[in-house]
């Protein structure tokens, strides 16, 4: 079992930057592949991005490449997403998850555990 806090969400102006924060409980973090996921209202949940359990493949939608970026801490049980000249269409509650079944997933199905979400709103 893997719990999932995330944190750092807030209103930014467009052009501004935040980064989340993930913290999983558990001593076992450093085995599961992490993502990040958000869902603006009367949207679907969307990938946003993925890393692997050693950082070395990392996955995004195309629509945040150049602006964001994932990291993870596995000493510290943290996984990071660094959000940086941000849109008014970035606006939406941003969930991070994380999986142990081998795989680097961009799909939500691939995810066993979520957290509950950070707002994200930019203004224009």
């Known amino acids: 079992q893997v719990q999932l806090v995330e944190s750092g969400g807030g209103l930014v102006q467009a052009g501004g930057s935040l980064r989340l924060s993930c913290a999983a409980s558990g001593r076992t973090f450093s085995s599961y592949a992490m993502g990040w996921f958000r869902q603006a209202p009367g949207k679907e949940r969307e990938f946003v991005a993925a890393?692997?359990?050693?950082?070395?493949?990392?996955y995004y939608t195309d629509s945040v490449k150049g602006r964001f970026t994932i990291s993870r801490d596995n000493a510290k049980n943290t996984v990071y997403l660094q959000m940086n000249s941000l849109k008014p269409e970035d606006t939406a509650v941003y969930y991070c998850?994380?999986?142990?079944?081998?795989?680097?997933?961009?799909?939500?199905?691939?995810?066993?555990?979520w957290g509950q979400g950070t707002q994200v709103s930019v203004s224009s």
């Open positions: 890393i692997s359990w050693s950082g070395r493949r990392i």
């Open positions: 998850a994380a999986t142990n079944n081998g795989g680097v997933g961009v799909t939500s199905m691939a995810y066993d555990y």
